[in-house]
């Protein structure tokens, strides 16, 4: 199977000799974006990126309505990492630390680290959120943590990042999955396994999906689908800062415009879009009202 898209582009696939279902991920432009919102450390610039590509990653074998985010918290120098993607394959992502960050970031060493993972609607109220402690030093191990305690199920995950480009491959061992065959080759899993431990990083890294799908499983008969392209999008909206300055209150809607003579600033921090209110919108969102659009872009 050829496609044209070789980046920001999720492939779904099946190994159907060895009963096996996978995905790939490739990300170009829409990780460099998200990459470029601020100057990261080289390690959490890695981190970032791959936890970008597992949140698109593990949106492969779902029925996604919302968006799935990827949340790690600590009480060390990694305070936080977010990242998302949503049901139209949009990408977003940050992270905040304080200096000195170590080198190298092992997530295990961080205290009070924790990993959520959040599928669905946030406004609706209908969200699924798992919660895994961090005990693996790097984020791949962490993931197959929380597939072998939420789906009891074995599944395998490489990641990896540089400054151009993030590629994610997952691969989930279930029954029933493939063809006839599959069902009587107890040792199926074991050799995609090897086969997948051969993938260094740097030939993830430089070879478009299908190629490196051919060359690691051509004997296992891969049967891709079809592909589903990706990019980076912010789903920050003027009437999500709207509910959020009337869940402040009058009071520090107050002192807000009397600190910025009359006037509120809101900017994205995935995206920099930039949302201004002045008085009368403000008085609009706290009365329950619609301010006017007088939100402008700065990238």
């Not at 959490?44 to 936890?51: D, F, I, K, N, Q």
Request: proline share 4%; glycine share 10%.
């Amino acid at each position: 199977m050829e496609t044209v898209l070789v980046e920001d582009v999720l492939h779904r696939f099946v190994l159907e000799r060895a009963g096996v279902r996978g995905v790939l991920v490739r990300l170009g432009a829409a990780w460099r974006e998200v990459a470029g919102r601020s100057d990261y450390p080289a390690p959490l610039r890695e981190l970032l990126g791959e936890s970008l590509v597992a949140s698109a990653l593990l949106t492969g074998n779902i029925k996604l309505e919302g968006a799935l985010s990827i949340e790690l918290k600590s009480s060390g120098a990694l305070r936080l990492l977010f990242t998302e993607c949503s049901d139209q394959g949009r990408l977003r992502g940050l992270a905040r630390w304080n200096d000195p960050l170590p080198e190298p970031l092992d997530l295990s060493a961080l205290p009070g680290a924790v990993m959520a993972i959040t599928i669905g609607h946030a406004e609706r109220g209908q969200r699924y959120q798992g919660l895994v402690e961090l005990s693996q030093s790097e984020l791949p191990g962490a993931l197959e943590n929380y597939f072998r305690l939420s789906e009891q199920l074995p599944a395998r995950l490489l990641l990896a990042a540089d400054g151009e480009h993030a590629v994610g491959l997952m691969l989930q061992k279930l029954p029933g999955e493939g063809g006839h065959d599959a069902v009587e080759d107890e040792d199926a899993w074991s050799r995609v396994l090897h086969l997948t431990g051969t993938l260094g990083r740097e030939e993830m890294l430089a070879t478009a999906p299908e190629q490196l799908l051919y060359r690691l499983y051509h004997e296992e008969t891969v049967r891709m689908f079809e592909p589903r392209p990706l990019a980076f999008g912010c789903s920050c909206s003027r009437e999500r800062v709207e509910s959020m300055l009337r869940s402040l209150g009058r009071d520090e809607v107050e002192a807000a415009l009397a600190a910025r003579d009359g006037e509120i600033e809101v900017i994205c921090e995935f995206c920099a879009q930039r949302y201004t209110f002045d008085r009368i919108d403000a008085e609009h969102v706290l009365s329950g009202g619609v301010g006017a659009d007088t939100s402008t872009t700065s990238q």
